[in-house]
């Protein structure tokens, strides 16, 4: 039965192994563990990263933070653009009408509601002249007769 792969001939060899492991060791990197890595690593499709799978291969091969954040992020944002997807194909096959920009809306709504200011102050100054001149020549007529 071999417990070791490499033939150590005495004691100076088994010394000399003990010495170059515990180098290895020491210089060793986390990704050099993970074999998970160096598979996510590689050139593979898209439909391979993509789905429950791809994301148990992005979080099971992250080395930080980071890393993990993305792994998980990826799926939730793809979830949220299908959901938002699924709604606008909703509202144009039932025929509603299209929701307009936030900014277009807040544009509109102060542009309109100075149109409607200018018009109800051209109205009062319109009406108050009106009756001053009404005024005026009620008087003038009581004047003169």
């Given at each position: 039965m071999k417990l070791y792969r490499k033939k150590l001939d005495g004691l100076e060899a088994l010394r000399m192994e003990k010495v170059r492991l515990r180098y290895e060791r020491r210089h060793l990197k986390p990704k050099d563990l993970n074999p998970l890595s160096e598979w996510s690593a590689g050139k593979s499709s898209v439909?391979?990263?993509?789905?429950l799978l791809g994301t148990i291969m992005g979080l099971m091969s992250s080395q930080s933070q980071w890393q993990t954040a993305i792994a998980v992020g990826k799926p939730i944002l793809e979830i949220l653009r299908k959901r938002r997807a699924r709604g606008r194909d909703y509202r144009y096959a039932a025929s509603l009408p299209r929701k307009k920009p936030l900014a277009k809306k807040i544009i509109t709504e102060i542009a309109v509601n100075y149109l409607i200011g200018k018009a109800v102050q051209l109205s009062v100054y319109g009406i108050s002249s009106f009756l001053k001149r009404k005024k005026a020549k009620k008087l003038e007529r009581?004047?003169?007769?």
């Open positions: 439909a391979a990263k993509s789905g009581m004047r003169y007769s």
